[in-house]
């Protein structure tokens, strides 16, 4: 089966920019995932959706952050406007069941100057 | 609230010695507990979780709970196992949002 998808691998923008990272989940896994690596720090959970639910968004760090998983099938999260401290890797997960092992994607690599 | 602790930045090991990579947990309840691997170039994969009580590419883990402790181990450290490892906990009960560690990088050299 495809892994865990995610676009793009890397993106660069400048503070105050939108952008848009996507993830494209295994196919049939309800739950989906999206966690994130600032330089130095461990990886924190943002949020987590069943189907096209939020389930948890405990993590998400404020509101410029904003996720969608219209569908039920792939996610995006917007970044509206970036800031400095947005910096880090963004990794999205699917699983099939809420108890089950989570895959990860190879993330996306976001840096803003 | 829930946090887990791996020490060591970096473990640096000869092939063929022992590999311990210490993973610490605060928790108040009986969580799951998991290690992930990231190999170079390789997105971070599941190695073991600790209600499978497996061994997988010669490593296990034991949770104590008295220490609430996860460490990883191997007898004998192959070249092939350099990589980053997470250790992870997920709350009982429902939910499936995984508190990671910091992270260990284990480096085996010739």
């Known amino acids: 089966e495809a892994g865990v998808t995610q676009f793009p691998s890397h993106s660069v923008i400048e503070k105050g920019q939108t952008v848009t990272l996507r993830c494209d989940p295994i196919?049939?896994?309800?739950?989906l995932y999206w966690y994130r690596r600032v330089m130095g720090k461990e990886i924190k959970f943002l949020l987590h959706?069943?189907?096209?639910?939020?389930?948890?968004e405990s993590g998400m760090p404020n509101n410029r952050f904003l996720a969608e998983r219209t569908g039920g099938t792939y996610s995006t999260l917007k970044v509206q406007p970036a800031e400095l401290e947005d910096s880090g890797v963004y990794f999205c997960?699917?699983?099939?069941?809420?108890?089950?092992?989570?895959?990860f994607g190879d993330g996306t690599r976001l840096s803003i100057l | 609230a829930q946090r887990v602790t791996q020490p060591e930045k970096l473990l640096s090991v000869f092939k063929g010695a022992p590999v311990e990579l210490k993973c610490n947990y605060s928790?108040?309840?009986?969580?799951?507990l998991f290690w992930y691997v990231q190999y170079s170039r390789q997105r971070l994969q599941l190695l073991l979780r600790?209600?499978s009580r497996e061994s997988i590419k010669g490593f296990t883990a034991d949770l104590n709970k008295g220490e609430t402790s996860f460490h990883l181990k191997k007898p004998f450290a192959q070249e092939e196992d350099s990589a980053m490892y997470y250790c992870?906990?997920?709350?009982?009960?429902?939910?499936?949002?995984?508190?990671f560690g910091t992270g260990t990088q284990l480096k085996v050299e010739l």
């Open positions: 997960a699917s699983s099939r069941g809420g108890n089950q092992p989570q895959h």
């Open positions: 196919s049939g896994h309800d739950n």
């Open positions: 959706f069943v189907k096209e639910s939020k389930q948890d």
């Open positions: 928790y108040s309840g009986s969580p799951e």
């Open positions: 600790h209600i």
């Open positions: 992870a906990l997920r709350p009982p009960g429902g939910g499936n949002k995984l508190t």
